[in-house]
């Protein structure tokens, strides 16, 4: 398995607060992703990185910001969280920026937004 | 812009049956596929891809899948359904985004079951 963690891998919060989730690699993967996945849309890209503190809008991103600093860590920001927020939160990582490569996903984090 | 269909959001097999999972892509160029295979509480993991080298591409597992341009499909099929097999299954289109860098469009998935 690819080294891809994500924390927390659960969290409840309440409508307005602000919410970090964090990806960690172990790979050196030079490219990095944020997807949410709920049922009846599959997985959405939120955001995207093209390496350290590049970083660009996936189709989802109102509501949304990211920072990579460091190549193995990549954060995603709940600026104020909604109820429409609540959802599973993917990271994915890969190696190479080809249209036939392959991403690994990291385990999920769910969140609820109350 | 490429998408992906899947057709049937669920899909239910006996043990041992045939297990066809439905995807039709669109595309205006020769497309790179893939699906993924997601079981419960877990990430989302590569089963197969298509790179443009062999229309029939095996995965892991047992799972299989074949690319026909002439009815834009790339279907995943398994001889023999396994307990094991019960999961959801994604199947996805790569390409380039406005800026240049990969970008993976997922269908909405199918959850397979299998019964005993």
């Known amino acids: 398995d690819a080294g891809i963690t994500q924390s927390p891998r659960h969290k409840v919060t309440e409508t307005g607060t602000p919410v970090t989730l964090r990806c960690h690699q172990t790979?050196?993967?030079?490219?990095m992703y944020w997807y949410r996945q709920d049922p009846g849309h599959g997985l959405r890209l939120i955001h995207y990185?093209?390496?350290?503190?590049?970083?660009d809008k996936g189709e989802v991103s109102d509501g949304y910001s990211v920072s990579r600093s460091k190549t193995e860590d990549f954060l995603l920001t709940l600026e104020s969280a909604t109820s429409s927020q609540t959802s599973v939160y993917f990271c994915?990582?890969?190696?190479?920026?080809?249209?036939?490569?392959?991403?690994?996903f990291g385990p999920g984090t769910r969140l609820t937004v109350l | 812009a490429q998408s992906v269909t899947q057709l049937g959001s669920h899909v239910s097999v006996s043990e041992g049956a045939l297990v066809l999972l439905r995807c039709n892509y669109s595309?205006?160029?020769?497309?790179?596929l893939f699906w993924y295979v997601q079981y419960p509480n877990q990430g989302l993991q590569l089963l197969l891809k298509?790179?443009?080298?062999?229309?029939l591409v095996k995965g892991i597992n047992g799972f299989e899948a074949e690319f026909k341009k002439s009815e834009t499909s790339f279907h995943l099929t398994k001889p023999s359904a396994h307990m094991s097999d019960a999961a959801e299954y994604f199947c996805?289109?790569?390409?380039?985004?406005?800026?240049?860098?990969?970008?993976?469009?997922f269908g909405i998935g199918t959850k397979l079951q299998v019964i005993p």
């Open positions: 790979e050196n993967h030079r490219y």
């Open positions: 994915a990582i890969s190696a190479l920026d080809r249209e036939y490569n392959e991403q690994f």
């Open positions: 990185s093209y390496g350290v503190k590049d970083t």
């Open positions: 298509y790179t443009s080298a062999a229309t």
């Open positions: 996805a289109v790569s390409d380039r985004d406005s800026g240049g860098y990969q970008k993976v469009t």
């Open positions: 595309s205006s160029v020769p497309p790179y």
